[in-house]
């Protein structure tokens, strides 16, 4: 455990926000949190968990203790006739991941491909794309708390996830009850990629593909490369623009909700969920108010999707949050919808 100070974290968000941790610890294993909870003032210290940067809106030098997640190793925990159980380290990269264990003939993963981030933070934001959800192949994940160094197990049920939520997002009194907010650093995660595999093709996106290149019946490898190109047709790579991905949730509003807009604006795009909801697409919302390529400041709306913010050159995170509070005014007077951002600011 070393203390590093005034560490440059530009390149730990995926913003590309300037801002700097006052001090910073990188964890590579639990022994290296519970050394820092040893330190007579460390211990004590405020403290902001860091993985992949991705979710993140900086809006200043953090002055917390940051705790730079970089937990490694993949590993093969077990085969059963149902699934390959699969676990990976909090630090490995999210899509280097995905691409491994189809390297080692293990598909499940493929729908989650190229989404930016750490394995550590998949499961706080129940990451998911393209019919697919982390909760559908989550198995259970290690943890550490962040105030006595003891180390946990969590299933799903208690993780109790949600639509990009998780028990990791919410605050709780009550010893790993409803929430875990600031109490704890995840470690490894374990995944159930399930046997037998069937292909999730349920999203327009990917009926394109199968339309455009005549496979009908494609493999988790073909799945995968869709997704990719998808995904890279839609959105910017960080390291070129820097951006958060998808910076708002999808709304889901009743039918009746959905039938009033529909009444307005026919063309609204939305999708039926099985408890008799309606999700909205949060893009065609922002797009509709005319945000899609405009600017503010150096933030911006991304122009091939209007549910991507960037980085324009110099960004801060003050202009980022006016940005989105502006578009979530305007969508809110235009169509009575509130969108929740999806990154946390700090």
Known sequence: ???????????????????????????????????VLADPLLGPAPK?????GSNIVLTGDVKSLVLKVEVPGRRLVEETPRAWVVEAGAGENWHDFVTWTLDQGWPGLENLALIPGTVGASPVQNIGAYGVE???????????????????????????????????????????????????????????????????LGYLDLER???????????????????????????????????AGSFFKNPTVTLEQCAD??????????????????????????DACGWKGKTMGHAGVYEKQALVLV?????????VVTLARAIQTSVYERFGIRLEPEPVVV
């Open 209 to 243: 593909k199968m339309h455009e290149s005549g496979i009908d019946a494609p493999d988790a490898r073909q799945i995968y490369d869709w997704v990719c190109a998808v995904r890279r047709a839609k959105l910017p790579d960080p390291r070129q623009i820097g951006n």
């Open 134 to 200: 982390l909760q559908d192949r989550f198995e259970s994940l290690d943890a550490i708390d962040l105030t006595t160094g003891q180390l946990f197990t969590l299933d799903a049920a208690q993780c109790g996830f949600g639509y990009r939520d998780s028990v990791f997002k919410h605050a709780s009194s009550a010893p790993y009850g409803l929430g875990l907010a600031g109490r704890a650093l995840i470690l490894r995660v374990r995944f159930a990629l399930p046997k037998p595999w069937k292909p999730v």
């Open 261 to 286: 807009i529909i009444g307005r604006d026919p063309h609204v795009v939305h999708y039926p969920m099985p408890d008799g909801s309606v999700k909205l697409a949060a893009g065609w919302l922002i």
């Open 48 to 52: 902001f968990v860091l993985g992949g």
């Open 311 to 319: 980085n324009r050159g110099g960004a801060t995170g003050g202009e």
């Open 1 to 35: 455990m070393f203390p590093e100070r005034n560490v440059p974290l530009q390149a730990c968000n995926s913003f590309g926000i300037v801002a700097k941790a006052r001090t910073l610890v990188r964890v590579r294993e639990a022994a290296d949190l519970q050394a």
